[in-house]
Structure formats: C-alpha cells, structure tokens
C-alpha cells in the first residue's frame, strides 16, 4: 500500500515535473566554448606550469570531493567506473569519468563538466540520479570545477564500457528525477556568509560543497531526498545499515565540545583523544579527508564546531536507564574480561592508540547500531598518512551470543556516566544476521 | 531443551576455556605490533594459531608473502569473505605488509590434531594426493610445492600443516568452482579443477593425520621443483 502511494505521488510529481522542464529544458550543450586544457601538456612547454599547477589543485580538490571512492574499483583502473552502488532503489553503477573519447568524458569540455557538477544534468541532456551528490556539488565553484575536470582530463583515459544500472521500476524512469529534482534539489553556488570568518566560509564550502558531508549525515527520506531544515541531523545511512550521527547533537556527533585540534585529528588521522572513525567514516578519511592540508582541516573543524546546537533534547532520564542489576554485573564481567585491557576499566581507553568509551557520544548517542555493529564485526580505523598503522578491533560475533553482547553494549553505554539507554538481545539479533560492510 | 544446552556447555566447557586464552586480548606495550593485531585474534589467536572455533585457519608462521596476497585480496575485495573484507577495508599495502610479516614469524605450538571419521580407502586416496600426485588426471602431488615437510614455500605458497579438514575442503572447493582465486598464472586453479568432490574430501581428511614437523618455517623458493607456473611465486 505505502509503495504504491509512493508511485502515485511519484507519477504527479513527475507530470509536474515535465511541465516545468519543458519551460527550461536546456539540451545538450554546444560544442567547446572553453577548449578543454592540453591533454599532453609537455607539448607546450610555455604552459606546462600553469597547466601543472592547475591539475595539482584540481587533483587536491577531486580528493576533497572523494571522486575516487565512488568512481574506481580497487583492483580497476583509477576512475574508470564500474563500481556498484546499492541504493534502496537497486543498483547504479557509478560511471567512467576517465577521458577517453567513447565510454569516459574525452569529449566533454569545462562547460559541460561545470553544468554536471552544477544542475545534475549530463553532456547528453540526462539527469543524473542523485547517488551523485550533484545537490551538494551545485556550491562547487567555476573555477574549482575547471580544476578538477583539468585533472580528470590529465589521467590516462581507459576504453571500458558503463554498465547500465539495475533499477526497479518505477525508479529506472529517469523522468522520475524531475520530481525529485523539484522537491530536494536547489541549484547555487556556496555564497559566503559575510558575518562569518573567511576560514569559516573555508570550511562550510568544503563541508557543504566538495565533502558531500550531508550525503550520510543528513537522513534521507523514503524517496531518496533530504530537507535542508533538518541538515546534519543525523540518519541511518541507505543499504549500509550504519547510522550516520548528527553533526548538530552535543549528544552525538555535534563537536561543539571538542577542540580544534581534536576535531582536526579525526578528519585527518582517523584518531582522535576522543574517539575514532570507523565504518563508513573510515572510508570517507582514507579516501579524501586524510590528504586535506591543515589549513582545510582547520577551517572544516572550524566551520563544524560552529554548527547550531539544535538538538535541545535532554539525556534520557534515569528510568529510561534503568538495568537489571544482573545484565550490569553479567555485562561489567564480560567487558572486564574482553574489553579493559584495550579500553579501561574505567572506560578510558588509551588515547590516541584507543578510544574512550566513558563519555564517547559514538557510544552513548540514542541509537546503539554502530555500537552493536563494532561489537560483532569489529573495526579497524583508517590506515592514513598520519596515523598509517591503525590499531583495531576483533569481531566478537562468534564469541558473545546476542543476551552476552546485548550486556556488554548495556554497559558501556550507561556506566561511567554515561547517558546511554540499555540495548535489548533483539537489537543484536537483527544486526548480527547481516553480513558486515 | 534448557537441561540440554547445560549439558553441552559442560562437555564444552574445557574446549572452551582453552579457546577463551588464545581469544582474550593480551599485549605489553600500545604502542607495539601485538596491540595493532588485536583485531585478529579473536579468530585467529593471540599467536595466529587459530582458535577452537570451527572455520578459523591458523596464520602463524605462514610465508608473510602469502599473508599478505590475501590481506590485500581480501582488502581489494578479490578473496569473498565479507568479515575480512571489512575489516581490512582501509589499511594500507605497506602496514597489511608488516602485519603478514608478523603472523610469519610466530611459531606457536599445533594445536592437538582432530580425530578423523575418514575410512581407510578415503585416507589411502588422500595419502596418494599428497605425497604422489596422480599422474593419470595431471594432478601434481602437493608436497610438489607446498614442501615435502607441507609447511609452505617462500615466498606465495602457504603452508598446509595446523588447518582444519573443514577449512582445506572449503578452500579448495572454492577454487574448483572459481570463487578464490590467484595471481595468474593461477596454478591451484589448475589442480582444483582437476580434483572431484571425494578427491577434496581425501586429500582434507589426510592431511588433518599428519603430525606437526619439529621446524613448521616454510621451504625456500625453489621454481626448478615445480610442476606448474604459479603467479603468486614471482
């Protein structure tokens, strides 16, 4: 019933949708206003550095937006596509964006990749579906989009076919997108706020922009979208099955506790006095955020500090904490047993080797699913240049049953202070019967 | 039935107090190798000699190019075992290298070897694989290149001693119907295709028999000797 509502609603939307776009549609793009840069740059020794340079910045900014986590395989050729990305809606297979001319972007020019990054929508006039995070990519500046494609355009380009995406129906109608596009999607570029620092504004357009940050930590709805009031809210993350916290709650991932340097520390090392990144955050830090220079870090941490608070929500109270007194002692032995010697007995772990769990918003935040998850699977943070030998943690799946596990995650998150409610074996259950990822 | 579960965790109960040992963490300093490699020994023990628990191989003293083939095929999602391929997910070549190059250098004790339910003809056939090979369907025997002692060649060939029957046949089965694979040219893929189901089943069962060798370090690497090209030995 609800699925069928959801057609219904897409289907108006998209005749909606159709009636505006006839008034705007723009077509695909002329040929070649702005040539595309030298593809061997040598050829013009004149222009080499310049040229250089700008593939140099356009690559550090191509690592800003993590291009690569999406549009290379592992074991593939840098940025010749291929790679599935599960949606709730079925697969896509993430495109090639090297340059060659029949199967990459060999032919597009600047213009072609600015209107992409900027509206959403193809060389050939096709909208792209938004697992391309086009909505935040709109603040990208023209120059900085030059950049990048510059870069693109420098990779060796590989002949390697785009694999059609596996979408139901009726999401496989790319007509559908009109809709989307008219509900979630505001084309601009990042307009700087003037009461704001100039580092402030750095880091807002990388957070906004490049970073894509609001892909994961902003929940998305039942129809692949996500509303600008409720930014950085926090959500559970499509198909991942991790939660990605709010970076706006004290009492998750809200930073407005922490210091610069604390927070500079996880964007860049992985680690921090505080906590650690792991799951898909792990991804993000080894992919982009680790080769982000200090003075980004910086004003990323800067701008994520500052974030409003608007999470007024006090902890949950005492009764909502309650615990049998037999699953605390059963979950006190089994984390003396199991977890002390790396994390404390006091929960203070051994920083900046192994993170606190007292005081942990990782740990204490409303939902346990990243907690339970770290318990069964395991985990090891980012392997990155400054902290290239991460330590990690065992799986404990096969070695706790869900009553052992479910006591333990109780522990951690209500001992020592902390304010987090207790976990019940069921919630195990249900993630211990998914394979980790 | 709660009667009955008390009873099985009593029979179990010095299994898996042994198994708790190897399991629980256990290291010096933070700042060392052995702390890094906590999140292997829930599996794998605290020495890489496995653990009681079912499917888990022993990694310990293993050639560290082999381990290392693996941790960067599991990390590249080219070896399909979804709690390795998360774990390793984001670790980078030259810290995966000096974690292999650990597990190689241990040389904990074997654990005691598991009785067999394996009939005499079912073992003959195994002891034949082995130490033979069987000439008439091109199987090289696997002391070929695994060494005589079965404790691996340098520097890609890993050693077969210390492994359970359940793990060799799940392996090898893996192989014949072309989910695991090597760097070509991919010898075992060669053997694995030419052995039946009850060829894996002997060759699983015999090697469990066999008594641990006084020095478990792997041989050196020696092309002349084998049978086949094998890419991971370049």
Known sequence: MRRFLVIVILVALTVIGILLWNEMHPGPIEQASTPAPARNPEAKPAATNAITQQIARGEYLARAGDCTACHTIPTGTLFAGGRAMPTPFGNIYVPNITPDDETGIGRWTADDFYRMMHTGISKDGTLLYPAMPFASYTKVTRKDSDDIFAYLMSVPPVRQKNRPHELRFPFNKRELLVGWRTLYFKEGEFQPDPQQSAQWNRGAYLVEGLGHCAMCHTKVNALGGSRESEAFEGGMIPNQNWYAPSLTSNREAGLGEWSIDEIVDLLQAGVSARGTTYGPMAEVVYNSLQYMNDEDAKAMAVYLKALPQRDSEPPPPSSARLVQPAVMESGRKIYDKQCALCHGSEGKGHPPFLPPLAGNQSITMASPVNSIRMVLNGGYSPGTKRNPRPHGMPPFAHILNDEEAAAVLTYIRVAWNNTGTPVAPAQVNELRKLLPE | ?234
């Open chain 2, 1 to 234: 039935m709660r009667r009955i579960v008390v009873a099985v965790l009593c029979m179990a109960a010095p299994f898996m107090a042994r198994s708790q040992e190897e399991s629980v963490p256990a290291f010096k300093s933070f700042d060392s190798i052995e702390a890094r490699v906590q999140g292997c020994v829930t599996c794998h023990g605290q020495s890489g000699q496995g653990t009681n628990n079912g499917y888990f191989p022993r990694i310990a003293g293993k050639p560290a190019g082999y381990l290392y083939n693996q941790l960067v095929a599991f990390r590249d999602g080219v070896r399909h075992y979804p709690p390795m391929n998360f774990l390793v997910a984001y670790l980078p070549d030259a810290y995966l290298r000096e974690i292999a190059e650990h597990y190689a250098r241990q040389r904990p004790p074997f654990a005691p070897r598991e009785a067999t339910k394996a009939d005499t003809a079912t073992l003959e056939r195994g002891r034949m694989l082995v130490t033979r090979g069987d000439g008439s369907k091109q199987i090289p025997a696997c002391v070929d290149c695994h060494g005589t002692g079965l404790t691996g060649m340098d520097p890609g060939i890993p050693g077969l001693v210390g492994l359970r029957p359940t793990y060799i046949a799940a392996q090898l089965t893996r192989w014949r119907v072309g989910e695991r694979h090597a760097a070509e040219p991919d010898c075992m893929k060669r053997i694995a295709t030419r052995l039946t189901e009850p060829d894996v089943a002997a060759v699983s069962a015999f090697l469990a028999t066999l008594d641990p060798p006084a020095d478990p370090s792997p041989e050196k690497s020696n092309l002349l000797r084998m049978p086949l090209a094998c890419g991971s030995q370049r």
